[in-house]
């Protein structure tokens, strides 16, 4: 890992066959200072499980303690989902606080695990994300720690001059990208603003109105289109976005004759639908996405390749286990690889397709785990069966250290005895 102006970069290969297209972009972690706290885990430098497995006696995680001392393991990892396992309708899930709480050291073995978040969520800058998530599961979670949708699009800002960034409330998109270093950055209110017919049926806000820019169209080229987070208007922003692909070359206010002279586009994430407050999932990027290339499709006869981050990709996963990696040097002086990452999430078609497909290309064990508290609901049949599932992200925990307790116990991996195969189902 190389670092440029105090940024630490990270190649991003096998995004998908489209991405690959791009060449795999290069992606970047979090600044060094966006870092603001250490962990608050103490170091440990030597590894807890398995040093002490010899002695099961000593083994903190083979000896329930009723008031035990926390010490940090280096021999697993969690990595959690965030809609759905630990937040619902932006409320914590009753489970959530208790299981946050339990991976930090209040559990029967008296230890601590190192952790990262992973979501396909976004529309905020990372910073302000974990703000809202350290006040909400009552924790402090580090922007070193957390990876977003739209996270590893941040090295896409050395590629591409001016961009439109679609999503999000208001600005706050714009904001994201900008601090990601693109250093023009269009929205659709900004073209809405200077041809008020662009979208007939969409008339900005007085603040809208206020925060969007004049452009000059006729010397205006887009160079890519970024879709950072969930469209608030899905006719008036697939109008723009439209618009800009039939462009010759990006340059608004031209129409191509052969289409397929447009700019590229970006998705932050392709989930079809997602967990909230409603009974039911609602409809995600990922139902953006497929509208979108059906309209282009027949308005032009051509097909629309569009370029997808987020799980299930596998390059988000690469990423996320260099994050990790940092993580654990950053935070707990750990300087070897996990044996397990447990990932917990509740979509099979991303967070249990993507730690699968991930776990096939890794000497460490990436192990699924499915809960019932989001998009994924009791008795459904998921198209990708996890190793396991249990009803709550607190069950998951407590599943994951068990299994662990299990490993040192005998001295050996568990193997598959434990999956849980009345579950599993052919793709
Ligand atoms: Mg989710």
Same mark, same amino acid.
């Given at each position: 890992?190389?670092?440029?102006?105090?940024?630490?970069?990270?190649?991003?290969?096998?995004?998908?066959?489209?991405? %690959? +297209?791009?060449?795999?972009?290069? #992606?970047? !972690?979090? *600044?060094?200072? $966006?870092?603001?706290?250490?962990?608050?885990?103490?170091?440990?430098?030597?590894?807890?499980?398995?040093?002490?497995?010899?002695?099961?006696?000593?083994?903190?995680?083979?000896?329930?303690?009723?008031?035990?001392?926390?010490?940090?393991?280096?021999?697993?990892?969690?990595?959690?989902?965030?809609?759905?396992?630990?937040?619902?309708?932006?409320?914590?899930?009753?489970?959530?606080?208790?299981?946050?709480?339990?991976?930090?050291?209040?559990?029967?073995?008296?230890?601590?695990?190192?952790?990262?978040?992973?979501?396909?969520?976004?529309?905020?800058?990372?910073?302000?994300?974990?703000? %809202? +998530?350290?006040?909400?599961?009552? #924790?402090? !979670?580090? *922007?070193?720690? $957390?990876?977003?949708?739209?996270?590893?699009?941040?090295?896409?800002?050395?590629?591409?001059?001016?961009?439109?960034?679609?999503?999000?409330?208001?600005?706050?998109?714009?904001?994201?990208?900008?601090?990601?270093?693109?250093?023009?950055?269009?929205?659709?209110?900004?073209?809405?603003?200077?041809?008020?017919?662009?979208?007939?049926?969409?008339?900005?806000?007085?603040?809208?109105?206020?925060?969007?820019?004049?452009?000059?169209?006729?010397?205006?080229?887009?160079?890519?289109?970024?879709?950072?987070?969930?469209?608030?208007?899905?006719?008036?922003?697939?109008?723009?976005?439209?618009?800009? +692909?039939?462009?010759?070359?990006?340059?608004?206010?031209?129409?191509?004759?052969?289409?397929?002279?447009?700019?590229?586009?970006?998705?932050?994430?392709?989930?079809?639908?997602?967990?909230?407050?409603?009974?039911?999932?609602?409809?995600?990027?990922?139902?953006?996405?497929?509208?979108?290339?059906?309209?282009?499709?027949?308005?032009?006869?051509?097909?629309?390749?569009?370029?997808?981050?987020?799980?299930?990709?596998?390059?988000?996963?690469?990423?996320?286990?260099?994050?990790?990696?940092?993580?654990?040097?950053?935070?707990?002086?750990?300087?070897?690889?996990?044996?397990?990452?447990?990932?917990?999430?509740?979509?099979?078609?991303?967070?249990?397709?993507?730690?699968?497909?991930?776990?096939?290309?890794?000497?460490?064990?990436?192990?699924?785990?499915?809960?019932?508290?989001?998009?994924?609901?009791?008795?459904?049949?998921?198209?990708?069966?996890?190793?396991?599932?249990?009803?709550?992200?607190?069950?998951?925990?407590?599943?994951?250290?068990?299994?662990?307790?299990?490993?040192?116990?005998?001295?050996?991996?568990?193997?598959?005895?434990?999956?849980?195969?009345?579950?599993?189902?052919?793709?």
């Amino acid at each position: 890992m190389a670092t440029t102006s105090g940024t630490q970069r990270a190649q991003l290969g096998n995004l998908d066959n489209r991405a %690959d +297209l791009f060449g795999g972009p290069n #992606l970047t !972690v979090p *600044p060094k200072h $966006f870092m603001a706290s250490p962990s608050h885990i103490p170091k440990l430098s030597e590894k807890v499980f398995h040093e002490q497995s010899s002695s099961t006696e000593s083994s903190p995680i083979n000896t329930p303690m009723h008031h035990p001392p926390s010490v940090t393991t280096d021999d697993f990892a969690l990595a959690f989902d965030i809609d759905g396992v630990l937040m619902k309708g932006g409320q914590p899930i009753p489970e959530a606080v208790e299981a946050m709480k339990y991976i930090n050291g209040e559990n029967p073995y008296g230890v601590k695990v190192p952790y990262i978040f992973l979501t396909n969520g976004g529309g905020k800058t990372e910073k302000e994300r974990c703000l %809202d +998530l350290s006040r909400q599961l009552e #924790l402090d !979670v580090d *922007p070193g720690q $957390f990876i977003c949708g739209h996270t590893p699009m941040r090295e896409m800002a050395e590629r591409y001059g001016t961009v439109l960034v679609v999503g999000g409330e208001g600005e706050k998109c714009r904001v994201v990208a900008e601090g990601y270093g693109f250093k023009d950055v269009i929205t659709p209110g900004d073209i809405i603003k200077t041809r008020h017919d662009t979208t007939p049926f969409r008339t900005l806000t007085d603040e809208e109105h206020d925060n969007s820019r004049l452009l000059d169209l006729d010397n205006t080229r887009i160079e890519a289109i970024f879709v950072f987070a969930d469209s608030r208007d899905w006719a008036g922003d697939q109008q723009i976005i439209l618009d800009c +692909l039939m462009t010759k070359d990006g340059w608004l206010n031209t129409r191509s004759q052969i289409f397929t002279e447009g700019p590229p586009v970006f998705f932050s994430h392709t989930d079809v639908v997602w967990s909230t407050s409603h009974d039911y999932s609602r409809l995600g990027m990922g139902a953006l996405r497929a509208s979108l290339e059906a309209v282009y499709s027949a308005i032009t006869g051509k097909d629309l390749n569009t370029i997808a981050f987020g799980k299930p990709q596998i390059g988000t996963y690469q990423f996320a286990t260099r994050l990790l990696k940092q993580w654990r040097k950053d935070s707990c002086d750990i300087d070897r690889s996990p044996s397990t990452v447990y990932f917990i999430g509740d979509t099979p078609e991303s967070d249990i397709r993507g730690t699968n497909e991930f776990n096939d290309t890794t000497d460490n064990d990436w192990y699924s785990i499915l809960v019932k508290t989001g998009v994924y609901q009791d008795g459904d049949k998921p198209r990708f069966p996890p190793r396991k599932t249990v009803d709550t992200v607190l069950d998951a925990v407590k599943f994951a250290f068990e299994r662990e307790h299990k490993k040192t116990a005998k001295g050996e991996i568990v193997s598959e005895l434990d999956y849980d195969t009345s579950e599993q189902v052919s793709n």
